[in-house]
């Protein structure tokens, strides 16, 4: 997951230090919001030319405005690598997006609009910047119903790339790695203290949180669940379907009775001599998995991973036997990989 910093949430740093410091931190990106009603583009464009004589990081461009497309020639001129448009401020009939191979173009949200918006811009827009507190305001909480959003957007677009843009910190940034963002843009966080150290906080896996399982779960009407009577057919194709590598497995009381990953199905099919006709739920199922509850917060499911001694890339989520959610660490392995 990439890191882009906020340089407008210090106001008590010279711009050409501040980008100095955050460059020898490796930092991967620098955030400049743009509001047209708060501040003039000469101000914005004498800013990028500071930030230019003294670094080659890209910049990652955020813009609110009623008429964006007259920012247009302003984009090309100052070769912007990522340009975010504020949908909610929009107010032009014919948006225009510039052609341009060399830029990266998205379209912002705030937490209150829906995802669907997306589609309208999906042929010109690379990504959607979610915007987690107020856009444009430095220093705000997080807003948790993102979570949900970014699931949703990843199943409809998955060929588009999500920003989070917000209330970032060590452990929303931890999360945002566990469901696969892109990036995120850190303001106060990073930028306010020691830089060196709120960086690698948020890239550490190792945080102290009491963000609760429940708030950015994978709900129960998202996971793959079947019945313990069903057959392997229907075993492989809801993991197709769902794309999890396992399913979670009920019984006819809807308790929860374990887990069938694919390594189950080789296993079960290597007993049972590769006949799938003799093969169900019954044959296959883990009836003992390492699960979480709703109520455990980050800090106790890491330790519960920890202390088994074998890789664990998904942990059911149950409450007095029932299925509630659960959760994938694949984005969370394989940006670590």
């Given at each position: 997951?990439?890191?882009?910093?906020?340089?407008?949430?210090?106001?008590?740093?010279?711009?050409?230090?501040?980008?100095?410091?955050?460059?020898?931190?490796?930092?991967?990106?620098?955030?400049?919001?743009?509001?047209?009603?708060?501040?003039?583009?000469?101000?914005?464009?004498?800013?990028?030319?500071?930030?230019?004589?003294?670094?080659?990081?890209?910049?990652?461009?955020?813009?609110?405005?009623?008429?964006?497309?007259?920012?247009?020639?302003?984009?090309?001129?100052?070769?912007?690598?990522?340009?975010?448009?504020?949908?909610?401020?929009?107010?032009?009939?014919?948006?225009?997006?510039?052609?341009?191979?060399?830029?990266?173009?998205?379209?912002?949200?705030?937490?209150?609009?829906?995802?669907?918006?997306?589609?309208?811009?999906?042929?010109?827009?690379?990504?959607?910047?979610?915007?987690?507190?107020?856009?444009?305001?430095?220093?705000?909480?997080?807003?948790?119903?993102?979570?949900?959003?970014?699931?949703?957007?990843?199943?409809?677009?998955?060929?588009?790339?999500?920003h989070v843009d917000g209330g970032i910190n060590d452990e929303i940034g931890f999360v945002m790695r566990i469901l696969g963002v892109q990036s995120v843009?850190?303001?106060?966080?990073?930028?306010?203290?020691?830089?060196?150290?709120?960086?690698?906080?948020?890239?550490?896996?190792?945080?102290?949180?009491?963000?609760?399982?429940?708030?950015?779960?994978?709900?129960?009407?998202?996971?793959?669940?079947?019945?313990?009577?069903?057959?392997?057919?229907?075993?492989?194709?809801?993991?197709?379907?769902?794309?999890?590598?396992?399913?979670?497995?009920?019984?006819?009381?809807?308790?929860?009775?374990?887990?069938?990953?694919?390594?189950?199905?080789?296993?079960?099919?290597?007993?049972?001599?590769?006949?799938?006709?003799?093969?169900?739920?019954?044959?296959?199922?883990?009836?003992?998995?390492?699960?979480?509850?709703?109520?455990?917060?980050?800090?106790?499911?890491?330790?519960?991973?920890?202390?088994?001694?074998?890789?664990?890339s998904f942990i059911p989520v149950v409450d007095n036997k029932k299925i509630k959610g659960s959760i994938t660490f694949f984005n969370l392995i394989n940006?670590?990989?």
């Amino acid at each position: 997951m990439k890191i882009s910093a906020s340089l407008y949430s210090n106001k008590t740093k010279k711009l050409e230090a501040l980008t100095e410091e955050l460059d020898s931190v490796n930092i991967d990106m620098f955030h400049i919001d743009f509001n047209d009603k708060k501040v003039e583009i000469e101000k914005i464009e004498h800013d990028i030319k500071r930030i230019r004589n003294v670094s080659s990081t890209p910049i990652d461009l955020h813009i609110i405005s009623e008429e964006p497309s007259k920012y247009n020639n302003f984009i090309l001129r100052n070769n912007i690598d990522r340009v975010a448009y504020q949908f909610e401020d929009i107010k032009e009939n014919e948006f225009d997006i510039p052609n341009s191979e060399n830029i990266e173009f998205g379209l912002a949200i705030t937490s209150n609009t829906n995802i669907e918006v997306f589609n309208k811009y999906s042929d010109r827009c690379s990504y959607i910047l979610l915007m987690t507190t107020t856009p444009g305001e430095s220093g705000g909480k997080f807003n948790t119903i993102n979570f949900k959003k970014i699931r949703h957007f990843k199943k409809l677009y998955p060929n588009k790339s999500i920003h989070v843009d917000g209330g970032i910190n060590d452990e929303i940034g931890f999360v945002m790695r566990i469901l696969g963002v892109q990036s995120v843009v850190s303001g106060s966080f990073l930028v306010k203290e020691n830089i060196s150290k709120s960086l690698l906080k948020l890239k550490s896996s190792v945080i102290n949180s009491q963000l609760k399982v429940k708030e950015f779960m994978i709900s129960k009407e998202e996971c793959p669940i079947i019945d313990i009577k069903s057959s392997l057919p229907n075993i492989l194709k809801k993991i197709n379907d769902f794309d999890f590598g396992y399913v979670l497995v009920e019984n006819s009381n809807k308790e929860f009775v374990g887990i069938i990953s694919m390594a189950d199905v080789r296993r079960g099919l290597i007993k049972k001599e590769f006949d799938i006709k003799k093969i169900d739920a019954h044959d296959i199922i883990n009836h003992r998995p390492v699960t979480i509850r709703t109520s455990d917060n980050i800090n106790y499911m890491l330790k519960t991973i920890q202390n088994h001694d074998f890789l664990i890339s998904f942990i059911p989520v149950v409450d007095n036997k029932k299925i509630k959610g659960s959760i994938t660490f694949f984005n969370l392995i394989n940006s670590e990989s």
